[in-house]
């Protein structure tokens, strides 16, 4: 069965929506004739998605909403919001999908470390504030999906600054899901989506990467089932991977191994036999 929220009339809102993932989605919903709402910064990249799902949409630009919106400032998020509200009277699908790569290592420049905290973390627990009230208010099932990612998870090295906001992505959207079930009368769930490696940033297909579309598709039959963690696979790694992956990370507590032992040369032996 589909979950209720995918059905024409409904409103769904999405950050960074002009594109890769988020404009997969774009597209799928105005196709299911849900009025649509695409936030990203300003400039081409929006207008011509605002184009795009104008195009598929059965009512076109009216059943859009295109809005230029920083979502790393918070009197965007609610400018947003209220939009939303006013335009369309509801929300019934959040998410919180807009990224920033900009980061870096340890010692990369803390204004780095700044935006890519109020992009990638701020953004949804701003987002969620914004819209949960409302949506819980509607009294009719609703979602927030917010994106993490498995380096939020087995934080490889490279972007530590993008890692650590997506681990706390991840523990906020645990934590968002856990006062929702508990809040009386609230038909708002919350969800954590994380994407295998994704072809997005209008990149040509890279072998091994999934495309935006099969990461939209499986978040629904996700959805659907009422599944928390949307842990996708991609074309190189599997979902027995990944779970092997997740297990040996948080091993390195359990175990009282070197952090982040998966890339540490003593333990290369012991982890290859572990992921068999
Ligand atoms: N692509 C992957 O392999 C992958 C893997 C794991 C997780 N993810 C996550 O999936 C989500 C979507 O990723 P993607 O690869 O499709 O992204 P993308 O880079 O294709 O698109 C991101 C969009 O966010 C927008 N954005 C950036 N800063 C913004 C801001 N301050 N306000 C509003 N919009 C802003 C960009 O303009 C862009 O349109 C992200 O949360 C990302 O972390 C992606």
Redesign the pocket.
Known sequence: MPHPVFSPGHVAVI??????????AARHFAGLGMKTVL???P?P??EA?GAEVAAIAPGGRADLLVM??????QD?IAALCDAVYDRFGACDLLM??????RGGGAFAPFDDWH?SF???LF?VVGGSQAFAPRMIAQDAPALIVN?????GMTNPPGNLA?NTA?AA?KHFTEGLQHELRNTEGCRVSAHL??????????RAQQPG??L?EQ?VDYMLAALDRGDFYIV?P?DDVTPAMDRKRILWAAGDITENRAPLSRWHPDYADAFEKFEG
């Open positions: 950050t960074g929506a002009a594109s890769g993932i988020g404009l997969a936030a990203d910064l400039g990249a929006l998605a230029d919106c920083d979502v790393g400032k965007r919180n999908n807009a990224v920033t790569r935006d109020e992009v990638n953004s994106t993490g990612s498995k380096q993008y997506k992505v989506l994380v994407p295998g490696w994704t072809t997005t940033q209008g990467a999934w935006p990461v996708c991609d």
